[in-house]
Nanobody, 123 residues
Framework: QVQLVESGGGLVQPGGSLRLSCAASGSVFSIYHMGWFRQAPGKQREWVAAITLRGGRTNYADSVKGRFTISRDNAENAVSLQMNSLKSEDTGVYYC????????????????WGQGTQVTVSS
């Protein structure tokens, strides 16, 4: 099994920045792709960004393109999400996920999920 742990959430004013991190442990040989989803109260979980660990190819939802950057950390199977120019609409619980299949990850059907970290954008 794989365990994912997110960190870095908090309260930030509109226009500010936050950096989220996700560390994987356990049977990490089964992971080829990692990504981020978010969920606001009363709304469905929404895909945010994804990265292919070998090669570093990245993809972003239109709502965050140009503002968010997903990248690999110095440790293997660890990723970060740099969030700039934050808006109130970015508020929600952010979840890290991982899978061997990119399509499953994008569809919200990843094999592994973290517990989530709260991001609140408010004045």
């Amino acid at each position: 099994q794989v365990q994912l742990v997110e960190s870095g959430g908090g309260l930030v004013q509109p226009g500010g920045s936050l950096r989220l991190s996700c560390a994987a442990s356990g049977s990490v040989f089964s992971i080829y792709h990692m990504g981020w989803f978010r969920q606001a109260p009363g709304k469905q979980r929404e895909w945010v960004a994804a990265i292919t660990l070998r090669g570093g190819r990245t993809n972003y939802a239109d709502s965050v393109k140009g503002r968010f950057t997903i990248s690999r950390d110095n440790a293997e199977n660890a990723v970060s999400l740099q969030m700039n120019s934050l808006k109130s609409e970015d508020t929600g619980v952010y979840y890290c996920n991982a899978d061997s299949d990119y399509s499953d990850l994008r569809a919200g059907a990843a094999d592994y999920w973290g517990q989530g970290t709260q991001v609140t954008v408010s004045s």
